[in-house]
Structure formats: C-alpha cells, structure tokens
C-alpha cells in the first residue's frame, strides 16, 4: 500500500499548512453534507457523519459551518445537491489512479480531471480499468512516537480491527470497512489519538517509479487534490524514500 501511505505522510505533514486552505473546509463541507444526506445528522447513528465531523474538528473548523452543512444535507438549509462519482485512470508509468469526487456539475468535473491526467502524463481510463487494482478497507494512522505500540494493537484488536502495521513513523490500522467506527471508538476510549481515519481504497500491488515519472506523479497528486470537486485520490505507485523527500 505504498503509494497510499507515502502519499497520505506527505499531506500529513503539509496539514498545518493545508488547515489555513478554504479548500480544505470546502471539501469537508461537501463531505458532512453528503454523509448527512445519506444517513441522517445523528453521529451515533452515522458512522461517516461522525468521522466527518471529527475530521472538521481537526482543522478548527467553527461549528457555525459544521451545522450549517449538515443542515442542507437533511434539507433544513437550502444548498447545493452533490454527486459522488469515481473516476479510474492512469499516471505515469502506467500507475492506477482513482479519484473520489463529489460535484453538482459532472461535466466540469470530468473536464478537470481529464485536463490534470493528460497534463502530467496520464489518461482518463474507463469506469472498471483500474478498480480491481484497489481494495476498500477502514484504514486509521497513528503517529508511532505518541503511543505505546503494544497497547495500540492490543486496543485495535479488541475493538475488531484486522491489522496493525509499522510504516516509518506511522502505525496503521486496518479494519472492515464497516468495522472502522467501532475500532475508532475503542481508540477514543483508551484516549489513543490518530492522525486520520477513513474508508480508503488500499493497492493490493505497486508500480516502482523513479527520475521523471515520479516526480510527475506526485505533482498529478497534487494537482487533482487541488480540484475543488475532487475528495481523494488513490494511487498504487511506490517511489524511493530518497526520491520521495526531494520531490515533496
């Protein structure tokens, strides 16, 4: 799962600078909304709901405009109707891509998305063409330096996760997809912080990149989470630490 895990420790490491982004709460907005639409504004009973809400909590985002954008997914406030759409496609060196979008106008969207793949050596694919490269799982990070691994794994465990893995100074949790909520929960109530928590599409292969390729494969991350309508990006490429440290 490289290309997820580097790439998620560089925006980690951006994330103080990235909070400052009105992007950043736009695309959380977008995210409360939808969860709201979809299963209601009670957390307990909206698990996305309550992993979107604590993610704006994280980034100081005021509360006014966490109720505000649940409000106009339950219909109290007027707003913008999202879609969720998936795009599938290719970077450099062949490198599956898939970009999670939600948008009230599809046709821009595809245009931007298309415009940043052809840009930085890639192409727009079909829906199917790299989907089956992916697995969805509940995926959790922890910073390894603010917790004792031992109790973390057993905490993860217990509470129904499936894994627990080292990567650098991360330790990343793996559940079901529908087990990331209570595995979250089990961590909050042994007061074990994380950095992020979500439902991710992890690589079940990756693509070696080096030189030219890898660096136009960050920038075309970069890029298309830089689109207003785009949520996340996932990619299967793994790149050398060395390489991976100047280009970022």
């Known amino acids: 799962m490289s290309g997820h895990s580097k790439w998620s420790t560089i925006k980690r490491k951006k994330g103080a600078k990235d909070a400052q982004r009105s992007k ?10 939808v969860a709201s639409r979809m299963g209601g504004s009670d957390l307990e009973g909206n698990p996305r709901l309550r992993l979107a809400v604590q993610r704006a909590r994280a980034v ?5 405009n966490i109720k505000k954008a649940i409000q106009k997914g339950t219909g109290d406030l007027e707003g913008a109707v999202y879609e ?3 795009f599938e496609g290719f970077g450099p060196g062949g490198v599956a891509v898939l ?9 821009r969207t595809v245009n931007d998305v298309r415009h940043v793949f052809d840009r930085f050596g890639g192409n727009l694919g079909q829906q199917g063409s790299v989907a089956h490269q992916f697995v969805t799982r509940g995926y959790v990070a922890v910073d390894r330096n603010a917790v004792d691994e031992d109790t973390l794994i057993t905490v993860a465990l217990d509470g129904g996760a499936d894994d627990v893995r080292r990567d650098g100074d991360t330790l990343e949790v793996l559940t079901a997809p529908g087990a990331l909520d ?4 089990a961590l909050e109530g042994a007061a074990i912080g994380f950095e992020t928590a979500e439902v991710a599409r992890l690589p079940l292969l990756v693509v070696p990149l080096e030189g030219r390729q890898a660096g136009q494969m960050l920038k075309l991350m970069d890029a298309m989470e830089d689109l207003d309508d785009v949520q996340k990006v996932y990619a299967n490429f793994d790149i050398a630490d060395d390489e991976m440290a100047q280009a970022g």
Do not use: G, H, W, Y
Request: charged fraction near 30%; hydrophobic fraction near 40%.
């Open 84 to 86: 969720e759409i998936v």
């Open 99 to 107: 970009v999670e979008c939600m948008t009230e106008n599809r046709n």
């Open 182 to 185: 209570a595995v979250t929960r």
């Open 60 to 64: 100081n985002m005021p509360q006014d």
């Open 24 to 33: 950043v709460f736009s695309k959380l907005i977008r995210e409360l909304t």
